[in-house]
């Protein structure tokens, strides 16, 4: 009934996942939010989550980074690995765990302190800059890598919140990349943005898309088609199918994938 | 009936008649309800600024001459055969002649001056009473800060008493039978020479707010009570504010939710409803019978005004980082900061403002609480200025109290006077909390 990714993937050649979900169910109290998934996610790609609201495809995402640890009635089980270290049992961590595995908003949320703290508070509560000239560095690399540091580099003391739209959410991308993570998951980035700001993010996630492992949950199926290159699809809390982004788009295997896609649900 | 029908008429395929009569009284109806309900609001205001007004027009119209304070200049000799001659004496020899000398007898000769045909012990008495029994220190002061008045004869300023202080501000009615008032005919006489004579004088008192208790209404100050309430706040602060914080903190970010913090949530929020002055018998018992704190001290005061304030703080400030956007907290936890990074890095900085306004709130009621403070014994007629929370003191209310259940006329100023003194304390209160949230309000 359900694909399994790994079948799916046999075509594809790849090297072990960045991420790899085993198993995972997710219970809201008892509610039964996310079915038995199994899903690889891979370095150096962007995977894009789709799916009808409501669908589990967020929660699934904040599992990866464990935050939903703080909602008291939330429980997970099965295997979620980075690398090869299952995040909910092994000795990881959550708060270097989170470090790896970066995490962007829906709504930008920058910090109301200055651009530059924005970008500084990581690297300073993990420690990762020894000197002032080198949290600098970290600042101004982060802030080019997220395509921000040309409208800003003047007014780095500005507040954050001081920003447009879109700048914010680059700024949180920023703020995201400057702990050097290995995975960035993106919780629907460009709802909250004006066409011309989701272009810019888009293209800035094409961008970063060779470095970092990318999970993006968007509800634009066009978003998904542009960007990503592996799309999987959820539906009341069961991943129906993972495939090949143009794949899924053009030739889904599954009924109710195309139905999705077709809008007939959703 | 039938226009009636037709308006109510749900679904009916015959468009609604808006202009019909029944209509258009419909709309007059609800205008006039509008207007009824706009005017007892504003009503509801006019009335409570009037009473406002008044309260306030009555205190400052009472307290006004509270700040105020009748002299009479006398051409006091400080004679030296009387106060020994410091040119002789050695300083602390004549530190130690002054202290010991009556200086009623440097008025008594000046007062013989002015009024040679007063003769008899019960006269002269009377005549020297029109002085205050506090005019011998303000002699004594005058001499010690300055011995070379010694053997020279100055014109001095010296506080009236009370009675001629309050018929020179017109609360004694002089035109009562003589037997009805306080101020008898000699004495109004005398005063009538003094002042054709331009000796006498309505100040600017300035002892008011730097003196301490006293039984003479002319002597009282507030500055005893304002350090008091100054020391008392003080230890209010300092023990309310960090034990309210780490409460709202740990019940709002760490605590879990289930019946136990439910209960601990209800109870706090009864305790902000407890009458004062079982707070009081609270910090009775615990501080003073258990601990064996000392009594009347503002370490006491202050610790019961803790408790009392506590709830206030406590909701405050639970409330302010309630109002913390969530997403904040996962863009920290998302950045991988620690449950406390969370809250002391982000959650407390931006819910201050709240906190502060919330304390200093709870800061201003303490301040004008004086029933729990009966209780530890703060009540009690304290002269000397505090010097530490653990000396005897008294609170800017419980002295209000105290001079209001004073006998004498001229405590009834003084009362007002002391009120505005407190009213102004709670304006400036308030008036920095309201400063505070607007510097540091954040905007989202």
């Known amino acids: ?266 | 009936m039938t226009d009636r029908s037709k308006i109510t008429t749900v679904n009916s395929s015959v468009p609604t008649d808006w202009k019909s009569d029944a209509m258009q009284a419909r709309i007059g109806r609800r205008y006039r309800r509008e207007r009824i309900f706009r005017s007892l609001g504003l009503a509801a205001v006019v009335i409570s600024v009037l009473f406002l007004v008044f309260l306030l027009g009555n205190i400052v119209k009472n307290g006004a001459y509270g700040f105020m304070q009748t002299s009479v200049s006398l051409d006091v000799t400080f004679n030296a055969d009387l106060l020994g001659d410091p040119s002789v004496l050695s300083a602390e020899e004549f530190t130690e002649k002054v202290r010991k000398t009556n200086m009623l007898r440097l008025i008594q000769a000046s007062m013989r001056d002015l009024f040679p045909d007063v003769k008899g012990r019960r006269d002269t008495r009377a005549l020297l009473r029109l002085v205050s029994t506090g005019a011998r220190a303000q002699l004594r002061d005058m001499i010690l800060a300055n011995p070379s008045l010694v053997g020279n004869t100055e014109r001095v300023e010296l506080l009236t008493s009370d009675d001629i202080d309050q018929v020179i501000k017109g609360n004694i009615d002089i035109t009562l039978a003589e037997a009805n008032r306080k101020v008898k005919d000699k004495e109004l006489s005398w005063l009538k020479t003094l002042q054709d004579d331009d000796r006498i004088s309505l100040d600017f008192h300035s002892q008011f707010l730097t003196g301490g208790d006293s039984r003479e209404p002319e002597l009282a100050g507030v500055w005893g009570a304002i350090v008091g309430s100054a020391l008392t706040l003080m230890v209010t602060l300092v023990t309310a504010f960090p034990i309210g914080l780490f409460a709202a903190v740990y019940l709002e970010e760490f605590a879990p939710k289930n019946r136990f913090t439910d209960i601990i949530e209800i109870n706090i929020n009864n305790l902000a409803a407890v009458p004062s002055i079982v707070f009081g018998l609270l910090g009775l018992a615990v501080f003073l019978s258990v601990m064996g704190m000392p009594r009347s001290a503002p370490i006491v005061g202050g610790l019961t005004l803790a408790l009392l304030t506590l709830p206030t703080v406590i909701i405050a400030s639970r409330a302010s980082i309630a109002a913390v956007p969530p997403s904040i907290r996962d863009a920290a936890r998302g950045l991988g900061a620690s449950p406390m990074q969370v809250v002391f890095h982000h959650v407390i900085p931006l819910a201050m403002p709240g906190i502060m306004t919330g304390t200093i709130i709870g800061m201003a009621r303490a301040l004008g609480e004086s029933a729990p403070l009966l209780m530890i014994g703060m009540v009690a007629f304290i002269v000397d200025i505090p010097g530490s929370i653990n000396d005897a003191a008294t609170v800017l209310p419980v002295q209000i109290y105290l001079w209001a259940d004073s006998p004498e006329r001229a405590f009834v100023e003084k009362t007002s006077a002391a009120i505005m003194v407190l009213l102004f304390f709670l304006i400036a209160m308030n008036g920095v909390a309201i400063w505070l949230r607007q510097k540091f309000e954040q905007k989202w």
Not at chain 1, 204 to 219: N, Q
Request: aromatic share 6%.
């Open chain 1, 1 to 266: 009934m359900i694909n399994t990714p790994t079948e799916t993937n046999l075509d594809t050649v790849q090297a072990s996942p960045k991420m790899a979900a085993r198993g995972v169910n997710v219970y809201y109290g008892d509610n039964h939010a996310i079915k038995d998934i199994d899903l690889n996610l891979y370095a150096d790609e962007v995977t894009s989550l789709i799916g009808p609201s409501g669908c589990g495809k967020s929660t699934f995402l904040r599992c990866l980074n464990r935050m939903n640890d703080t909602i008291p009635i939330c429980r997970v089980s099965g295997q979620i690995l980075l690398e090869d270290d299952d995040i909910y049992t092994s000795g990881i961590d959550v708060v270097q765990l989170r470090a790896r595995v970066g995490m962007v908003f829906q709504k930008p949320n920058p910090f109301p302190k200055s651009i530059y703290d924005n970008i500084a508070y990581g690297p300073r509560i993990h420690g990762l800059a020894a000197h002032r000239t080198d949290l600098d560095e970290i600042v101004t690399t982060s802030l080019e890598k997220a395509g921000l540091w040309q409208e800003v580099k003047d007014r780095l003391d500005t507040s954050g919140t001081a920003l447009s739209g879109g700048q914010q959410q680059r700024l949180c991308i920023a703020r995201a990349i400057a702990v050097n993570p290995e995975v960035i998951l993106m919780d629907e980035p460009c709802s909250a943005l004006d066409p011309i700001a989701t272009a810019k993010i888009e293209s800035l996630i094409d961008e970063l898309s060779g470095r970092y492992a990318i999970i993006i949950v968007t509800h634009s199926m066009q978003q998904a088609a542009r960007i990503s290159r592996k799309t999987a699809f959820f539906h009341l809390g069961e991943m129906v199918e993972y495939g090949d982004t143009t794949e899924i788009f053009t030739s889904p295997k599954e009924d109710r994938t195309r139905d999705y896609i077709t809008g007939r649900i959703g």
